[in-house]
């Protein structure tokens, strides 16, 4: 186990630069998961650390070390993939062998650590089995066994689940949970799911265009998004955005209009904006309330989506083409073509400036 640190890593493929200057410090047994859309870097930022890929500038260190320089299999890391590629003539217990035995391990030392690994992933009885005698699950956790077996002092996933239908996936996001509990080891974890970022990390690294966006805990950056970015990717159904003009203010609160709810007054630091700035408004679906209304302020229910347990209400928005969402549980008596008014309360709202960038109340810690 250790821990890993990330000073200004670059990375650059021919003319693009794929990784812009990422600063990280994960700690030793912290489970850390990478998330953002396809593309924005996050197997690249994995391989780097993996030693897959090599380094154009910036420092990485596992535990004190630092390991630019070392190949792979010198920097004590162990790398679940998507497609898990086991050895299809080789049973589970060869398979998980493998990278012991080219590490040129001792037969008793192989022996003991596949069999601690099969025990603590349950795949005891499973090995004398070929990868094709196995369901998915089953061989997702092979692929996890075979990077275990070599006790690596760091794993690291990449999208491991994403080849499996939605209830393994819930089942294996589980187990990955507890393995993590017991074992207590480091894990980098690449997931273009947010679900999963959520459910597993104890800290999350929201990627954007090859640049951190946002760096903290699930509850931080759900209650506190530092950008409209990480706003509408964190929480489904996604965060609800209205324009708004700042009418008045300063760091102590301000005034805004927005079409269809009218002018509120918010809490948020304005001090440095003017007057007139073009601002955008967020409320999560569970924070848009409504009432029944008619007028000029109504909006009008387009569709109603019903979950078992909760539902969700669409909206037509006042402006943009972006329908807004209300969500409540289960059962509700909002219908299509029924006409509502927004109630909002002022404690749940957030405040975007026209770069994107939340305004954050007096005297609150800006997020990194
Ligand atoms: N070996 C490579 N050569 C050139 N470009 C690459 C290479 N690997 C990845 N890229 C580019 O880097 C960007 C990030 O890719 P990747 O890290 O795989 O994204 P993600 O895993 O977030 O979907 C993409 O634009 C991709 O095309
Ligand atoms: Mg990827």
């Not at 077996?149 to 990449?158: C, K, N, S």
């Not at 760096?215 to 996604?238: C, D, H, M, N, W």
């Not at 300063?250 to 007139?276: F, I, K, M, Y």
């Not at 927004?342 to 994107?356: E, P, T, W």
Request: net charge negative; charged share 20%; glycine share 8%.
């Amino acid at each position: 186990m250790a821990s890993v640190t990330l000073h200004k890593i670059n990375k650059v493929f021919g003319h693009d630069h794929i990784i812009e200057d990422v600063d990280l410090d994960i700690g030793d047994g912290e489970f850390v998961v990478f998330v953002g859309p396809s593309g924005c870097g996050k197997s690249t930022l994995l391989r780097l650390t993996a030693g897959l890929e090599s380094i154009t500038d910036g420092k990485l260190c596992i535990g004190e070390q630092v390991v630019n320089d070392l190949p792979p299999r010198e920097r004590g890391v162990g790398m679940v993939f998507q497609s898990y590629a086991l050895y299809p003539h080789m049973t589970v217990y060869e398979n998980m062998a493998f990278g012991l035995k080219l590490a040129k391990a001792a037969n008793e030392t192989i022996d003991e650590r596949v069999m601690a690994t099969a025990r603590i992933l349950q795949l005891e009885d499973l090995l004398h089995r070929k990868p094709k005698e196995l369901s998915g699950g089953q061989r997702q956790r092979v692929a996890m066994g075979r990077a275990m077996a070599r006790e690596p002092r760091i794993l690291l996933f990449d999208e491991p689940l994403s080849n499996l239908d939605a209830s393994l996936r819930v089942q294996m996001r589980n187990e990955i949970a507890r393995l993590h509990q017991r074992l207590g080891s480091t894990v980098i974890y690449v997931t273009h799911d947010q679900v999963e970022a959520m459910t597993l990390a104890d800290k999350i690294v929201v990627l954007r265009n090859g640049h951190v966006e946002q760096v903290g805990s699930p509850q931080e950056l759900y209650q506190r998004p530092a950008t409209k970015f990480v706003a509408g990717f964190i929480g489904s159904p996604t965060m609800n955005f209205m324009p708004a003009d700042l009418l008045s203010g300063n760091s102590e609160g301000c005034q805004v209009r927005v079409p269809g709810l009218g002018v509120l007054a918010l809490p948020q630091d304005v001090s440095h904006l003017t007057e007139g700035d073009r601002l955008s408004l967020g409320v999560r679906p569970e924070h848009l309330r409504l009432k029944e209304a008619h007028g000029d302020n109504a909006f009008d229910i387009v569709n109603v989506e019903y979950l078992g347990n909760e539902v969700y209400v669409y909206l037509e928005p006042k402006a943009g083409d972006t329908l807004l969402v209300h969500r409540t549980d289960a059962p509700s008596h909002w219908q299509v073509g029924q006409s509502v008014a927004l109630v909002q309360d002022q404690d749940h709202v957030h405040l975007f400036d026209g770069n994107d960038n939340a305004l954050t109340c007096h005297g609150q810690r800006q997020a990194a």
